[in-house]
């Protein structure tokens, strides 16, 4: 590991002017490739104290052994040198988007003397003509079918076309009309290259007029009494209609945009681009990267524009560009876009309408992309194994944890307060073992604290104890039960049982994670060490900087970034925070629909409904006598009683007061 200050250039040589910079390891190989508005200020950032540094910063410049830099004129500059010299060197640190599949495209061979429409995968070629990509190579093949009754162009591959020149006889599309057959000269070249650039003016967008060509021609066939051209021309506008039915308009005003979104952890990042022409969708894609630098989402919409539009030119690159976040600054990616397109670019976050909807849509995408691909990875058997060995490797276990439980606090300012604890086993959620607490204060018969206020320590120490004595309790019982059924543990007593089986608790883990750093995990292994657990190790994964804390350990274990076993870390640690977070808002949720009515004992949800509609508010209900409840169908005297008396018991709140005129507002109905 290098020390940074041994390459630290002297102060007064970085130059406070716009550029590009390049860490190279010791081997000169190009490790990392950024851009600055002023390279003295943003080089100077990397070379403070290693502590006050983002964990991948702190690794890239402690591997790195020099640094290099080209002064530019123009943040603009910077930006396409940036963009080259990533493509140039591939640097590991850099954040590089990767497709999750190869997405097919509409391709149209422009460059050739006979142009050819066909699916293209892969880089793209000078000289042709791409529309795209699409989901499904499928739906490209069904749109030109419908397109070749109208634009007859060239679909044969180069030696079929050779073939059917030599003998002088075209293939079968040349025969039932679905090519022009410019093989055996039914067309000239300029005519076939004329039929293959309206081929590529409708797919991009450009149908409106064309149509409306078709369609005065067919009126005139029909004035002419041409019926059967006329009726040619029909059925050939509606195959047009059929193809252009294929891509839902999704904005109304015919707009050409690219809209991007983004979803993201500490770890990984899955873009989404919808391609909009015409105000149809005409193409997706997406890619999955690994964050190897500590970049934000203004940072990854950056990186994505720059791959998106690296290589493109002219209307390749849209009018309008939607983004979830703006980079920063954004004038110079603006500037740079426009260049490529030779024209101006709007760059723009949308705020409402059609747009905003659709981006919403797009973020969707994004982020059932991002969960199917960790599905995947997780779904690897082998490398499971590897993130299990690894963790074993970096907590210094005798063995892979098949068994790792972890817990979360979580509480709305200090109140509701639950814990949630989910099982992994093999690598995989075991859900039939997941737990949810309520946090009491209590374990076993003894009020350790008051379970109120936000003290996680006391709230881990707490669940984790209250684990353990039910293990210790039921270690010679086991059983199985379900998310569903979930049971709240409010109070340390037995386990539930069915058929003399407990529902769970009857094996130990090897790890117990905790979410969070050195004091929960000190609470949770004082615990263990409380009820005489020593084969339990713990650890735990602050979330701010994906460090792993062991106890009695002043330093946290960091793992590399890279590293399988952290994924696991992380997606244990996800899991049991959205287990907590769903539980506690359940109950906040259903704290927040309870009212003076469900005081009364014996009433229910039918009476309740009744009385609210007899007398349109609690208010009026509050005020009414005895009798007047009686009137109320389904009402007894003895429930009328009962129910006065319990809203009298019930203080109504305090009337509201004007401050400016000391005014008493009227009671706001209940």
């Given at each position: 590991?290098?020390?940074?200050?041994s390459?630290?250039p002297?102060?007064g040589q970085i130059?406070?002017?716009?550029?590009?910079y390049?860490?190279?390891?010791e081997?000169g190989r190009?490790?990392?490739?950024?851009?600055a508005k002023?390279?003295r200020?943003?080089?100077?950032?990397?070379?403070?104290?290693?502590a006050g540094l983002h964990?991948?910063t702190?690794?890239?410049?402690?591997?790195?052994a020099?640094v290099?830099?080209t002064?530019?004129?123009?943040?603009?500059?910077a930006l396409?040198?940036e963009?080259?010299w990533?493509k140039?060197y591939?640097?590991c640190?850099?954040?590089k988007?990767r497709?999750d599949?190869?997405?097919?495209?509409?391709?149209?061979t422009?460059g050739?003397?006979f142009p050819?429409?066909?699916?293209m995968r892969?880089p793209?070629?000078?000289?042709v003509?791409?529309?795209?990509?699409?989901?499904h190579?499928?739906?490209i093949?069904e749109?030109?079918?419908?397109?070749?009754r109208?634009?007859?162009?060239?679909?044969?591959?180069a030696?079929?076309f050779k073939?059917?020149?030599?003998?002088?006889?075209?293939?079968?599309l040349g025969?039932i009309?679905?090519?022009?057959a410019?093989?055996?000269?039914r067309?000239t070249?300029?005519?076939?290259?004329?039929?293959?650039?309206e081929?590529c003016?409708?797919?991009a967008?450009?149908?409106g007029?064309?149509?409306?060509r078709l369609?005065?021609r067919?009126?005139?066939a029909?004035e002419?009494?041409e019926?059967e051209?006329?009726?040619?021309?029909?059925d050939?506008?509606e195959?047009l209609?059929?193809?252009?039915e294929?891509?839902?308009?999704?904005?109304?005003d015919?707009?050409?945009?690219?809209?991007?979104a983004?979803?993201?952890?500490?770890?990984?990042a899955?873009v989404?681009?919808?391609?909009?022409?015409?105000?149809r969708?005409?193409?997706?894609?997406?890619w999955?990267?690994?964050k190897v630098?500590?970049?934000?989402?203004?940072?990854l919409?950056?990186h994505?524009l720059q791959?998106?539009?690296?290589?493109e030119?002219?209307?390749?690159?849209?009018k309008?560009?939607?983004?979830?976040?703006?980079?920063?600054p954004v004038?110079?990616v603006?500037q740079?876009l426009g260049?490529?397109?030779?024209?101006?670019?709007?760059?723009?976050?949308?705020q409402?309408?059609?747009?905003k909807?659709?981006?919403?849509?797009?973020?969707?995408?994004a982020?059932q992309a991002?969960?199917?691909?960790?599905?995947?990875?997780?779904?690897?058997?082998?490398?499971r194994?590897r993130?299990?060995?690894e963790?074993?490797?970096a907590?210094?276990?005798?063995s892979?944890?098949?068994?790792i439980?972890?817990?979360?606090?979580?509480h709305?300012?200090?109140?509701?307060?639950?814990?949630?604890?989910v099982?992994?086993?093999?690598?995989l959620?075991?859900k039939s073992?997941?737990?949810?607490?309520?946090?009491t204060?209590?374990?076993?018969?003894t009020?350790?604290?008051?379970?109120?206020?936000q003290?996680?320590?006391?709230s881990?120490?707490e669940?984790?104890?209250r684990?353990?004595r039910r293990?210790?309790?039921e270690?010679q019982?086991?059983g199985?039960?379900?998310e569903a059924?979930?049971v709240?543990?409010t109070?340390d007593?037995?386990v539930?049982?069915?058929?003399?089986?407990?529902?769970r608790?009857?094996?130990?883990p090897?790890?117990?994670?905790?979410?969070?750093?050195?004091p929960?995990?000190a609470?949770?292994?004082?615990?263990l060490d409380?009820?005489g657990?020593?084969?339990v190790?713990?650890?735990?994964l602050a979330k701010r900087?994906?460090?792993?804390?062991?106890?009695?350990?002043?330093?946290?274990v960091v793992?590399?970034r890279?590293s399988?076993?952290?994924?696991?870390l992380?997606?244990?640690?996800?899991?049991?925070h959205?287990f907590?977070?769903?539980?506690q808002r359940?109950?906040?949720?259903k704290s927040?629909?309870?009212?003076?009515?469900?005081?009364?004992?014996?009433?229910?949800d039918t009476?309740?409904?009744?009385l609210i509609?007899?007398?349109?508010?609690?208010?009026?209900?509050?005020?009414?006598?005895v009798?007047?409840i009686?009137?109320t169908?389904?009402?007894?005297?003895?429930?009328?009683?009962?129910?006065?008396?319990?809203?009298?018991a019930?203080a109504?709140?305090?009337?509201?007061?004007n401050t400016?005129?000391?005014?008493?507002?009227?009671?706001a109905?209940?």
């Open positions: 590991m290098a020390d940074p200050s390459y630290r002297k102060p130059p406070d002017s716009p550029g590009v390049r860490f190279r390891d081997h190009v490790i990392y490739v950024g851009k002023s390279l200020q943003r080089l100077s950032s990397y070379f403070q104290d290693l964990p991948r702190r690794t890239m410049v402690t591997t790195a020099s290099e830099w002064v530019v004129a123009t943040e603009v500059e396409q040198l963009y080259s990533i140039e591939d640097p640190f850099n954040v988007y497709d599949k190869s997405y097919p495209s509409l391709a149209v422009l050739e003397e050819r429409v066909q699916v892969g793209k070629k000078k000289g003509r791409y529309f795209g990509p699409y989901a190579a499928w739906a093949r749109t030109v079918d419908l397109m070749l109208v634009f007859p162009v060239r679909t044969c591959s030696g079929v073939r059917s020149a030599q003998i002088g006889r075209p293939c079968l025969y009309g679905k090519c022009s410019p093989c055996v000269g067309v070249p300029e005519e076939h290259r004329e039929l293959a650039e081929f003016d409708f797919m967008g450009r149908t007029a064309y149509l409306r369609e005065e067919m009126r005139e029909a002419e009494m019926y051209k006329a009726a040619r021309l029909r050939d506008m195959a209609r059929r193809a252009m294929k891509n839902a308009v999704v904005l109304a015919a707009t050409d945009a690219d809209l991007i983004v979803a993201e952890d500490e770890l990984e899955a989404q681009i919808f391609h909009v022409r015409g105000g969708v005409r193409g997706q894609r997406g999955v990267t690994d630098e500590a970049v934000d989402t203004a940072g919409v950056e994505a791959q998106l539009y690296g290589e030119k002219g209307d390749a690159v849209p309008e560009v939607l983004v979830p976040a703006l980079p920063d004038e110079p603006a740079w260049e490529r397109r030779g024209g101006r670019v709007d760059l723009r976050i949308p409402r309408g059609d747009k909807d659709l981006m919403a849509t797009v973020q969707r995408n982020a991002l969960a199917l691909h960790k599905t995947k990875r997780a779904s690897d058997l082998t490398t194994s993130a299990l060995e963790i074993a490797e907590l210094g276990l005798d892979a944890p098949l068994r439980e972890c817990f979360d606090i979580s709305l300012q200090g109140q509701d307060v639950v814990a949630s604890m099982v992994f086993e093999d690598g959620a075991r073992e997941y737990r949810r607490f309520q946090i204060g209590r374990v076993g018969d009020q350790v604290w008051h379970g109120e206020g003290d996680d320590v006391r881990m120490h669940v984790v104890a684990r353990f293990y210790l309790r270690q019982k086991a199985e039960w379900s059924n979930a709240e543990d109070e007593g037995p539930a049982v069915e058929d003399d089986r407990p529902k608790f009857a094996y130990p090897q790890l117990v994670v905790v979410d969070g750093g050195q929960q995990v609470a949770a292994r004082r615990a409380d009820l657990i020593s084969d190790a713990v650890c735990g900087l994906e460090e792993v804390w062991l106890p009695d350990d002043d330093d946290p793992l590399p890279t399988e076993g952290l994924y696991l992380q997606r244990v640690r996800d899991e049991a959205r907590a977070i769903s539980y359940g109950k906040r949720s927040m629909k309870t009212g003076p009515l469900d005081a009364v004992p014996g009433l229910g009476r309740k409904r009744a509609k007899h007398f349109g508010s609690v208010k009026r209900l509050r005020a009414a006598t009798e007047q009686c009137e169908p389904g009402i007894g005297r003895k429930t009328a009683e009962t129910i006065a008396a319990a809203l009298a019930t109504p709140p305090a009337p509201a007061v400016a005129t000391g005014e008493i507002m009227d009671d109905e209940e």
